[in-house]
């Protein structure tokens, strides 16, 4: 493999929720198949507690404050500071900046990505977020779509 300075689906922006998630690098670019999303996540916004078991989780902070539960642990990750959350572990966030929190993603095998790519809608840079409403049907589509990429979802967002 040689040095790539723009990779194959590089840069799609996707509203995934009212998540806005741009891949900078796809799982499809290199042979680790490491993937890069840059996620731009609103106030309040919060995962429900997951296991990756595929592989871990690297979140590195470019602006904004969330509040990290990994392993059992609670703490806050601020800019510049990198949160891992090993597979196999149970982990989950919520976005404290009173404006939005952006932050990279990185994972190995596409998993990830793959899930974003599925449950997204196209973004162009000055749209909002769709608003769709969360049902128990969506809601079971969004377990179902984790289960196909290896991510297990075990209990409920942070309060």
């Keep these: 493999m040689s040095a790539q300075t723009m990779a194959e689906n590089a840069n799609q922006i996707l509203w995934f929720g ?7 690098v796809p799982a499809s ?3 680790d198949q490491i993937s890069v999303i840059e996620c731009r996540m609103p106030q309040g916004e919060t995962t429900p507690l997951h296991i990756t078991l595929s592989g871990d989780e690297v979140i590195h902070m470019l602006e ?6 990994v392993d059992g642990k609670d703490f806050p ?3 510049g500071q990198t949160v891992m959350a090993p597979k196999g572990l149970p982990h989950n966030f ?8 952006t932050c990279l993603i990185v994972t190995q095998g596409g998993e ?32 179902d779509t984790c289960a196909q990429h290896n991510i297990e979802v075990v209990g409920a967002p942070l309060p």
């Design 77 to 79: 990750a601020h800019v």
């Design 29 to 31: 670019a290199g042979d």
């Design 112 to 143: 990830f990505e793959q899930m974003v790519r599925q449950m997204s809608l196209p973004a162009p840079t000055d749209s909002l977020p769709p608003r769709a409403e969360r049902t128990p049907e969506t809601t079971q589509r969004f377990f």
């Design 94 to 101: 919520r976005i404290e900046s009173t404006d939005a929190a």
């Design 18 to 24: 009212d998540n806005l998630m741009t891949i900078r």
């Design 64 to 69: 904004g404050t969330m509040q990290f539960f």
